[in-house]
C-alpha cells in the first residue's frame, strides 16, 4: 500500500504541474482576446487616456455604443452578411466535391488511382499567390470576375486539392467490408455514399468544414482580387479599407474586429468535438 502512494504522489504532482501549466498557456492565449473585447465596449476617451485594465474600476462605462456606430454607419454590418455569402457556398462545395471524388480514389481499383492522389496532394504545395492571375484571367474569360460565383469557383478550386487528401485518407479507414455487404445487398455506388460513408466521416467532414470556413472568412487577398467591387466587399476588406480612414480610431476598429471574430469562434466552439477526432483520423495513415 505505502509503494502503490509513493508512486502516485509523482504522477499527481507531474499531473498537477501540466494542469498548471496549461491554465498559464490558456490565459496568455486569451489575453489578447479579452483585451479587444474590452477595449470595444469603452468610451473612446477612455481608451486614449487609460489602459485596458481599469475598464474594470468603472464599469458603469461600459458601452454597446461602438457597436452600433459600426454596424450602421461603417457598413460592417454588411460586410458580414457578404462574407456569409461567400463562406458558406465556397465551404460546402468543396467539402461535396471533395467527398465525391475521395470515394472513387479510396475504393474503387483503377489505372492511375496513385498518381492522380499525388498529382493531388503536390497540388496543396502551389502558392495561391502564383496561381491568382491565371485564376482571375480565367473568370474574366467566362464573365464571372466580380462576382459572388466568381469567388466561389475560386475557393472551390483552392480548396479542393485538401479536401480530397483528407477525405480519402479518413474513407480509407473505414471497413471494406461494409461496402461489400451493401453491394450483396443490392446497393449502388450512390446509396453507399450517401448512406454509409457520409454518416460515417461526419467527424471528418467537420473538422475539415472548419478549416474551409476559417480560411474563407480571414481571406482578404481573393476578395481583393476576383470582386473588386466594394459592393460585394466581404469584412476582411472593409476592415483593411478601415484602417487607412481617418475617421477610424479605436472606437471603430475594436468593435469591427472583435465583431468580425464572434462567428468562426461560435463555429469552433460548437464543433470542436469532432474537430480532433476528423483530424487524427484523417492523418494516421492513407
Known sequence: MKFRLTMAVPWIKNQLFINM?????????????LMLFISSLRPSEDMLTTGWWTAFLRPERFTLENYLMVLSNKGIGKGFI?????????????ILIGALAAYPISFFKFPGRKTIFISIIAM??????????PVLLTLKSIRLNGTFPGIWLAHTAFGLPLSIFLLRNFFAQLPFSLIEAA????????????????????????SLGIFQFLWIWNDLLVALVVLGDPALNPLTVRLAGMLGSLDAGWDVMTPAAFFSMLLPITIFLAFQKYFVRGILAGSVKG
Open 82 to 94: 457578404n462574407s456569409l455569402i461567400i463562406a458558406i457556398p465556397a465551404t460546402f462545395f468543396p
Open 124 to 133: 496543396q504545395i502551389v502558392p495561391l499567390q502564383t496561381v491568382l492571375i
Open 183 to 206: 453491394k450483396i445487398d443490392g446497393a449502388s455506388n450512390w446509396q453507399i455514399f450517401n448512406k454509409i460513408i457520409i454518416p460515417l466521416s461526419k467527424p471528418a467532414v467537420a
Open 21 to 33: 501549466l496549461l491554465l498559464v498557456i490558456v490565459a496568455i492565449w486569451l489575453t489578447p482576446t
